[in-house]
């Protein structure tokens, strides 16, 4: 296995970050995540899940002044944009194409403005670690070498692949991608060379979308589905009717909208929702699943309503129908120590909470 100095620009070999990972980063975001390395022993046997970056340290490196470069601010906006740049590459082993994000999450330090503390993601781990590395290529019968060199491979099912990409960025629920990219990613964009048919002509494929050196007069670019109307009607709408009725999946709510440049459709943003599951609520989540089954719902019906409507929205509408019993402390109320509920409208005792609930408070479990 190769080994390399401590604060060396290595991540795997270069020439796969730059062309897997760095597509859409500015010079400046290249430069935080090459600052990063410094701070980073790869071969750590214990590394750690964060690393903290300190403006200050970050400009010493850059060996330039605060007058003369981007502000706390703006760096700030830059290391957080990092955790929208991805990549792909594709396990022959495995025969899966893996997408993934770097940077995980950027926040401020209380103590110190000018420090932020960067959360790498599952696969920046793999990139900036060897432990982390070796233990990917083990798990996913992968040599250690092949992390190093693959590209995509542009062949297979695309809606797995479009699936794929935008399940790495439920974090944020937001991917924004120009179509262009997208469907060279997908395989609706490919480089033809009629004198080549070998397996390096395939793997060239994702990198003529970053670059586009190697492109020669010998290629022609070849577009399925050229027409933005027909690649919607055919692919795109469809796939993401079927991500979204797909319950088993882990986003939901996948929705997006076109960008253009004049008349042309350029860019997609799409937006799209974590899956909820009884396993990773939030304390926040937990306490509505508890507070709602009480009433009456099933587990499954509330963990629908949270997703589909929110905690908060959850408790303002039940709050605007319904009222507990005013009288259960009452001694000489006919409704003393009952538990019980009744309509903000009319007054009227609730007999049946769940079935209320489910018929007019929240009738999207109907649906």
């Known amino acids: 296995m190769r080994k390399t100095d401590k604060n060396s620009n290595y991540l795997l070999q270069s ?70 740049i991805n990549g792909v590459f594709y396990n022959t082993n495995t025969k899966t194409t893996v997408f993934f994000n770097i940077i995980d999450s950027v926040s401020v330090s209380d103590e110190n ?27 996913n019968k992968m040599s250690y070498t092949q992390i190093e060199s693959s590209i995509i491979d542009l062949k297979g099912d695309k809606r797995k692949k479009l699936f794929e990409l935008l399940s790495q960025f439920k974090a944020t629920g937001i991917y924004r991608v120009s179509l262009e990219e997208l469907k060279t990613l997908l395989g609706f964009i490919v480089f033809v060379n009629e004198k080549d048919k070998s ?24 577009e399925y589905l050229i027409r933005w109307a027909d690649f919607k009607r055919v692919f795109l709408d469809p796939a993401i009717a079927e991500f979204n009725s797909n319950e088993r999946l882990d986003i939901s709510h996948i929705s997006y909208n076109t960008i253009k440049n004049g008349r042309k459709i350029t860019s997609i943003h799409f937006s799209f929702q974590k899956r909820l599951d009884k396993c990773n609520l939030s304390s926040l989540h937990k306490t509505a699943l508890a507070h ?32 507990f019993n005013n009288h259960f402390d009452n001694k000489e109320s006919k409704y003393y120590r009952r538990k019980i509920w009744f309509k903000n409208d009319t007054g009227e005792e609730i007999k049946n909470l769940s079935g209320f609930l489910y018929t007019t408070v929240f009738p999207e479990l109907q649906m």
């Open 15 to 84: 020439n796969f970050f730059t062309q897997s990972v760095m597509r859409g980063v500015t010079e400046v975001q290249k430069e935080i995540i090459y600052y990063l390395q410094t701070l980073i022993d790869f071969h750590d046997p214990n590394p750690k899940e964060d690393i903290v970056f300190n403006y200050d340290d970050f400009l010493k490196y850059k060996k330039i002044e605060k007058k003369n470069t981007f502000s706390v601010a703006e760096t700030f906006m830059m290391c957080d944009g990092l955790r929208s």
């Open 113 to 139: 403005p000018n420090e932020f503390r960067i959360k790498f993601a599952s696969m920046g781990k793999v990139f900036f670690f060897e432990k982390f590395a070796i233990d990917y290529a083990q798990n």
């Open 199 to 222: 397996l390096k002509s395939e793997q060239l494929q994702l990198q003529f979308l970053f670059d586009k050196s190697n492109l020669t007069e010998e290629y022609e670019r070849v």
């Open 292 to 323: 709602f089954t009480s009433y009456g719902l099933t587990e499954g019906q509330t963990i629908f309503l949270l997703q589909r409507l929110g905690h908060e929205n959850m408790y303002n509408r039940v709050n605007s129908a319904i009222t």
